[in-house]
């Protein structure tokens, strides 16, 4: 279906637009903004007036849950979530169950999610086999199979040798290495950042240096191997630093941080709130307050939801017992809007942290920006609307997230995939 979008402010960061115009699409791609191509007839139009027009938000880290753990969500309940979040693009980590370590079943999941005809998946291969940190996993194979990137989630690597052939072998051919900073035997045991709150609340801690100190590790190995190495969920202030320190001596190296990080710190534990049970744990509010002016700055790269449903039973435990995670799919675009109504940023560098920046660390080249002959991935949002969260307003079957009963801008009115209208309002 040919479709315009009428007098929507469209707003492109890559290509730096930000002006009222139409949108025409065709056959799934932008084929003109503006002014309509010769002989163009829409089959329908969407009135835009007061309206963004964006790229589909991209998402560097969105757990759907299967294989492995469909009782806390599937597919199609988190594709979906997607639709109503303006996500049209989505990188899975490797922690499913089974873990993303064998081609057939990174082919079965990019199967189910195209038969399900939502949101495009690129899932982030296994870096080792079950994510056990012993042997590698077939990066080639994976890749034929669709994997775009390569990570250990949760799980560090303890055996820095075994790291090592893995930054060699992904170097080699030119794979990304996606990495979370977690120094094991220091994280150990804690559930919370190490400082007052924790202490106070009788949790054990879990220090920033668990966080430097295999960040260190991961910069010094990645420099003496070539790897192209992203740091993912970047939690504190001194992580910051020791990349910039990297970029500095004249590594390429990227990094980005969660919607959680960017809000939120370890006070917002309160008395054992378990939706603020996260990995990386939340830390100070100098930590939080550090990310999001490295965010606003550039020197964090992109921002993601780190989507993690959690069924209640889960949350309802004992902090200390509780699963860590928390829903985002659907709060990625207004907790973005928050942090820039923040920081007073412009609207375009706000979204190119969840559009053209994450598209660049996914090696999207279709998506991500809006220029004539793109996929035709939009999200279109009303950036005046106001939304309370909660569990009733969330599609995703995790309800579990620190943010609800807060009232976040902007709502999505339409998400667009492929030229395909998958959800309104």
Sequence with gaps: MKIRIANGRVVDPLRQVDHIQDVFIAEGKIVALGQP????????????????????????????????????????SELEAAMAGGVTSVAIPPDTDPALDEPGLV??????????????????????????????????????????????????????????????????FGFRVWLQPIAPFLTRGGFAHDGEVANRLGLPGIPVAAETVALFTYLRLAKATGARLHITRLSSAEGLALIEQARAEGMDVTCDISINHLHLCDRDIGHFNTHCHLVPPLRTPHDRDALARGLAEGRIDALCSDHTPVDDDHKLKPFSESEPGATGLELLLPLTLKWAGEYNLPLSIALARITSDAARLVGITRAGHLAPGARADICVFDPAARTVISRESLRSQGKNTPFLGEELPGQVRYTLVEGQLMFER
């Design 37 to 76: 191509p010769d002989g163009f007839i829409p089959g329908r139009t969407l009135a835009a007036d007061g309206l963004v027009v964006a790229p589909g938000l991209i998402d560097l880290a969105a757990r759907l849950r299967e294989p492995g753990f469909e009782y806390r969500a599937t597919l199609e």
């Design 107 to 172: 082919e079965m999941l990019c199967y189910r999610a195209k038969k399900l005809n939502r949101a495009h998946i690129y899932p982030v291969g296994a870096l080792t086999i079950a994510l056990k940190g012993e042997r590698l996993s077939e990066m080639a194979e994976l890749v034929e199979a669709g994997c775009v990137a390569f990570s250990q989630a949760n799980e560090p690597i303890v055996d820095h040798m075994v790291l090592m052939r893995a930054m060699q072998y992904a170097a080699t």
